[in-house]
């Protein structure tokens, strides 16, 4: 029987115990996979080879899986794999604190418009665009605070998920379509803040967009590593992605 050792995994910092004629391991924790090379054998060693003895070629350098942000659910099973990723974050708060203000004028008004005997039409058709602002708004802030994103591959199937208020951005495709994951950068002409998103690229070169409005580079990445790590996708470099 093969003896076995145990290693810290250097991205979470989880101990693993796996053979030690194994070439690779995946953290039970984070699901990084990590590789490494046994020392040198002295000429005439019976220790055991690679698989099939082949010799170690020359390859491109797999980019390493990021940490798990605190955000984002990982779960995986035989031929299944599902990523969550919640909105949830403090700049929701202060929306909120403002859409309770705004609603609550715009109903004083209505209340008052609708309520008192021969008011103007006026009072009841100019505040309409402040109306459609406010309930706009205020379902935004509602699925900031209560959405999740769901990510499932499951019998060759990727699909995209958000509740449980709708949302659009959902998809449903087979996972042979899927050519490239890559995260971009959105910026806002307004104020020059920054968001990110999570985008896939179709072999048919269609390009749809998954996640948006995310608060950190960093959750794309972290899903964008899963997902081709499961695929076995080889990642690719995507013209205006985010460097890494």
């Not at 004629?21 to 990084?32: I, L």
Request: charged share 20%; aromatic share 14%; with cysteine.
């Amino acid at each position: 029987m093969n003896d076995l050792i145990t290693l810290e995994c250097p991205s979470c910092g989880g101990r693993t115990t796996f053979s030690n004629d194994a070439y690779q391991f995946v953290c039970e924790y984070c699901g990084n996979r990590h590789v490494f090379r046994l020392p040198m054998e002295s000429p005439g060693s019976n220790q055991a080879h690679p698989p099939g003895d082949v010799e170690p070629q020359p390859q491109q350098k797999a980019r390493p899986l990021r940490p798990r942000p605190r955000e984002v659910t990982l779960e995986k099973s035989d031929g299944r794999l599902e990523i969550s990723w919640r909105w949830f974050s403090w700049k929701f708060i202060p929306l909120a604190i403002f859409c309770v203000a705004w609603d609550s004028f715009l109903c004083f008004w209505y209340s008052m418009a609708i309520g008192m005997p021969g008011a103007p039409w006026i009072m009841i058709v100019f505040p309409i665009g402040h109306l459609a602002v406010g309930i706009g708004l205020t379902y935004y802030t509602l699925a900031g605070f209560f959405n999740r994103s769901n990510l499932l591959i499951d019998q060759g199937v990727f699909s995209v998920r958000h509740g449980p208020f709708p949302w659009w951005g959902e998809i449903n495709v087979p996972v042979s379509q899927i050519d490239q994951f890559y995260c971009k950068e959105k910026r806002s002409s307004k104020d020059n803040s920054s968001t990110f998103q999570l985008s896939v690229i179709l072999k048919d070169g269609r390009k749809k967009d998954l996640l948006s409005n995310l608060d950190t580079p960093e959750i794309g990445f972290y899903i964008e590593g899963q997902i081709e790590n499961w695929l076995s996708i080889p990642d690719q470099p995507v013209r205006g992605e985010i460097p890494r």
